[in-house]
């Protein structure tokens, strides 16, 4: 067995390197085979092996001697002794403790001599060894020579594996050169200091029409410049060039300079010079971006002509030019009549986006749908709008606004021209009949509205005849108007004035006490006419304030409750945390489950749920009163929030209060129902201040409140925080633990007390955890009460076992029945038999050697004829159910008439003392009287001396299980436990523990 801990194998550093090495899993290499050679030879062994030690498994890069590629840790001779020193020598493996009972000593290939010599990086991480091996014990183990060989021989496979890695690198930064040369946009030449064209990529054959078959024969550069000014390759050339070039030799300088090549193309040539003394050119074809530079110094040209024609035309109008850019969004205008508009040229707005700032408010959205239509659109080139424009000093000016639409030669907008006329003059005679026709159009439409006109000289209000009905008011003092007004909105009022006075426009909605009595609510909006005038009009909102309130209550309440709903709640409950604050009052916050709520909407129907809903809420508003806010936060779940609360200890009165409250039964057509409820309380500042811990804090009460037995309340602590993160991150361990296929099964035999048999086993769920090595249910046992997590656990353990059933039935070994244990949380699944009884079909394991292990909770949970379905499905599928911990829990002796329950285990406690206590023996008597009367199966669990059995056979007792026949153990050592007790079947006494080596009786 591998003493050595998990995680040394696992440690990261050492894996990456073995992974670098990139060994793992590869052919035969003659290298490697011929150190193991060596090594067989030299030593004298049949057996010789050059391996590497993985996290999981030791892996045989070659070997003489062994049928084997690999072999897991837990049987490794190297991983248990090359950490003991650089060379290991074992005289004799049966001898020694830890290797007596090992595979490859008790089986092929039968070794009794070892000997290690462990491969080490320089950095001290261990990678696997070179090892030799005989079948017969050598005392006097390797001689001087042997052993300096074979840590030689531990170097060189070092020394192979570097240089492995080493050739590796090489090849794949010389095809990463090769690829970058090939794939670079320039022509790169390198000449070496011999003159050689010792490089030449394609991209240079290519602009320089070289002939491929020359450059790669390594040419002389003078020869390739001969062949180039022979094909005429510099005729455009300055002749300055061409001679520099022709008598260069190979005293090249460096230098960059252009030229044009007989196709038209023009080349960038660069010249460098090399440490090394050769040289390296590179060739870059820029036709385009000379090309582009050309055309545009044509373009410049043209523009600035444009330009010229643009501001003579500008100068000779009287309106305002200008040119709005589309891509930029700049705009510019004309040199001659901006002052008309009160502008210097460098004041006036420069962009589309503050042109349509300055348009009018009123008139803006208007503009900018007309313009945005005639760019996108095809309706012609151009356009013409009126509208106000922000003048220099601040006030506004009617325009005529005339476009054209210039197009690029895609037909795509681009720019637009453009003339602004000032019709000011023009407009101010409309604006008096414009003024007066608004008034009419007010009168006009003004059913139930007032329309009114204030002096502000005078503070004199004229208004329409439908004021005395609806304000109870002529004309007169705007006095009269504010003292009507709820108290608490005339600051309304006042700054719907200045407002309007400032911006020219406002709207103030107020409530306002109507002639009838009532509180009504008004509308104003009101708009400055000059510096002395506001007008305006006033009307009645009532109906849509009440709509609006209808739409809040429903948004914010319970529709079958009329409580607070979740969004509300939470409004309610920071609103409460920061008034704390303030005050230094404290907040109770209560959250409530209902315990039969499921029960009764399963039984009885929605209906009856929603009854005891309404009631437990009309229950909860008069225990709470004014003291907070209750509200409806999920199907079956209410919370309480307690404001200006002196303390923790009335905020747990409190809850006691709504406890009492909810205690007596209420009648639904003719039945009994109960609103009892579990409360989990938390407070400020006992507890958090942030709204999102306290919810926490009284989540994780409202739990400890369940898990105590329900229909009680329980403040929170912090200890059962740290239960609950304990528990939450348990559960992410478990969730990554099953991902990585780290629980196992482990198998604890059922031994006939008749004749010493094994008739079963118990499979027990083990974790392999990577760094606190193997666990038991007593680390990991809360996940159980999880649904999801305890089905998923359990799935996992079914399929392994059945696997392994399956395995043992191949081989011939009768296993008996094996049991699993399942939780209280794998029932609440109805299909829990069926995917079980499948997970059996699937492997091919027949229902008889399979049995199911539950407690007594399990009978009384609230889903009890679930329950009893599920098992009555494992009864007829041919699964024994097996009651565990018989006599510990609660359960009644109806229990075992009302199940299909065929095996009984009675607890370790009641054995524990069996031979000293008189009560226990009693009480495993009449257990045992009463399952064989019964017609169960009897199992006395915790047996750990011979004694004990004895008692328990002479009892009557059917089996026996504890460490007294063997511990827990894994799947692979269940053949031998099967075969050791068919072996020891024919002894005498049938009170006999199955023999074991010390590998089996190590603790696990």
Not at 274 to 283: E, S
Not at 380 to 387: A, D, L, N, V
Not at 785 to 810: F, H, N, P
Request: hydrophobic content about 40%.
């Amino acid at each position: 067995m591998n003493t050595e801990p998990r995680s040394f194998w696992r440690d990261e550093h050492r894996l990456a390197a073995l992974k670098a090495l990139d060994i793992l899993d590869t052919k035969s290499e003659t290298a490697f085979d011929e150190i193991t050679r060596v090594a067989s030879e030299t030593c004298g062994t049949p057996v010789a092996a050059v391996s590497f030690l993985e996290g999981e498994r030791q892996w045989f890069k070659s070997q003489i001697g062994l049928s084997l590629d690999e072999t897991s840790l837990d049987t490794s001779i190297c991983a248990n002794t090359i950490h003991e020193a650089k060379l290991v020598v074992i005289a004799d493996l049966a001898e020694d403790e830890r290797f007596e009972s090992n595979p490859f000593v008790i089986g092929p290939p039968s070794l009794r001599f070892y000997a290690v010599a462990r491969l080490e990086t320089p950095d001290g991480l261990l990678l696997g060894a070179v090892c030799v091996g005989d079948v017969r014990p050598r005392p006097q183990g390797l001689t001087e020579v042997q052993a300096s060989t074979l840590l030689a021989l531990a170097r060189a496979v070092m020394r192979e594996l570097k240089l492995r890695s080493t050739n590796k690198a090489l090849a794949e930064n010389t095809a990463l050169l090769n690829g970058a040369l090939e794939n670079v946009d320039q022509g790169i030449v390198m000449v070496d200091q011999s003159g050689d064209v010792v490089v030449c990529n394609q991209r240079a054959i290519d602009l320089l029409d070289l002939p491929a078959e020359m450059m790669r024969a390594v040419p002389k550069f003078e020869d390739v410049k001969r062949w180039q000014i022979a094909q005429g390759e510099f005729a455009d050339a300055d002749p300055k060039l061409v001679n520099a070039i022709r008598h260069e030799g190979n005293n090249i300088e460096a230098s960059v300079y252009e030229r044009r090549r007989p196709n038209g193309t023009v080349l960038e040539v660069r010249t460098n010079r090399l440490p090394n003394g050769g040289v390296v050119r590179t060739f870059a074809d820029v036709t385009a971006r000379r090309l582009a530079e050309d055309e545009r110094r044509v373009a410049e040209e043209k523009l600035r002509e444009s330009e010229q024609r643009y501001r003579l035309a500008a100068l000779a109008t009287s309106d305002a030019i200008y040119d709005w850019e589309f891509a930029t969004d700049r705009l510019q205008w004309g040199e001659s009549r901006l002052g008309q508009f009160a502008y210097e040229a460098a004041e006036a707005p420069s962009s589309g986006t503050t042109w349509l700032d300055s348009v009018h408010p009123d008139d803006r959205a208007a503009v900018e749908d007309e313009v945005r239509h005639f760019i996108v659109g095809s309706a012609g080139e151009r356009w013409q709008g009126e509208y106000r424009w922000r003048r220099g000093d601040g006030g506004y000016a009617y325009v005529r606004d005339r476009g054209y639409l210039v197009r690029d030669p895609s037909g795509r907008p681009v720019r637009m021209i453009g003339a602004l006329q000032d019709l000011t003059e023009a407009r101010r005679a409309d604006e008096a009949l414009r003024t007066g026709e608004e008034r009419l159009r007010l009168a006009l439409h003004a059913s139930n509205m007032v329309a009114w006109d204030l002096d502000l000289r005078t503070e004199h209000v004229s208004r329409s005849d439908t004021a005395a009905a609806l304000l109870g008011l002529g004309s007169g003092p705007a006095s009269e108007f504010t003292a009507r007004v709820h108290p608490e909105d005339r600051h309304k009022v006042d700054l719907l004035r200045l407002s309007s006075l400032t911006d020219g426009t406002h709207a103030a909605e107020i409530r306002y006490g109507a002639p009838d009595g009532r509180e009504i609510w008004l509308s104003i909006r009101a708009e400055r006419q000059d510096k002395d005038r506001m007008i305006g009009i006033t009307f009645d909102i009532s109906d849509r304030k009440a709509t609006e309130e209808a739409i809040w209550q429903t948004a914010n309440h319970d529709p079958l409750t009329g409580l607070a709903n979740r969004a509300l709640f939470q409004t309610r409950l920071g609103d409460a945390l920061a008034a704390a604050d303030a005050s230094g009052k404290g907040v109770g916050l209560l959250l409530l489950d209902l315990d039969d709520f499921k029960d009764i909407n399963d039984t009885l129907g929605h209906a009856a749920g929603d009854r005891l809903l309404v009631e437990t809420a009309a229950r909860l508003m008069q225990a709470v009163g004014d003291r907070g806010t209750v509200a409806r936060v999920g199907g079956d779940e209410f919370a309480v929030v307690l404001v200006e609360q002196p303390g923790l200890a009335a905020i747990a009165a409190c809850a006691e209060d709504i406890l009492t409250a909810l205690q007596p039964c209420f009648d639904y057509e003719g039945r009994a129902l109960s609103t009892r409820a579990s409360i989990g309380v938390a407070a400020f500042p006992d507890h958090h201040r942030d709204p999102v811990e306290l919810m926490k804090d009284a989540d994780i009460a409202l739990y400890r409140a369940k898990e105590s037995g329900r229909s009680r309340a329980v403040v929170y602590s912090s200890a059962a925080r740290d239960v609950m993160e304990r528990r939450v991150s348990i559960l992410r361990e478990v969730r990554q633990g099953l991902e990585a296929a780290e629980f196992v099964p482990h198998y604890q035999p059922k031994v006939s007390l008749a004749n010493g048999e094994i008739v079963g086993f118990e499979a027990l769920a083990r974790w392999r955890h990577p760094a606190l090595g193997l666990l038991t249910p007593a680390y990991f046992g809360s996940v159980f009460d999880d649904r999801d997590m305890s089905s998923a656990l359990a799935t996992s353990m079914i399929a392994q076992v059945a696997s392994d059933i399956g395995s043992w039935m191949e081989q011939g070994l009768a296993c008996g029945r094996v049991a699993v244990n399942l939780s209280s949380a794998d029932f609440s699944d109805r299909k829990l038999a069926d995917r079980i009884v499948a997970l059996l079909a699937a492997a091919r394991v027949p229902t008889a050697h399979f049995e199911i292990e539950v407690t007594e909770t399990v009978f009384l949970g609230r889903q009890t004829e679930d329950v009893a379905a599920v098992l009555n499905e494992f009864h007829e599928a041919g699964i024994s159910i097996a009651l565990d911990d018989f006599g510990t829990g609660f359960a009644s002796l109806t229990h075992l008439k009302q199940f299909p329950v065929d095996h009984i285990k009675i607890d370790q406690s009641f054995v524990r003392n069996l031979e000293t206590d008189k009560d226990d023996a009693a009480i495993v008597a009449a257990v045992v009287s009463l399952g064989r009367n019964m017609g169960m199966k009897i199992t006395a669990e915790g047996v750990e001396n011979a004694g004990q059995a004895e008692r328990l056979r002479e009892a009557g007792c059917d089996f026996g299980q504890g460490y007294f026949y063997a511990k827990p153990a894994f799947a692979e050592r269940v053949p031998w436990m099967i075969r050791q007790a068919l072996a020891s079947a024919s002894a005498s006494s049938p009170v006999r523990r199955i023999p074991s080596p010390r590998l089996a009786r190590r603790r696990v």
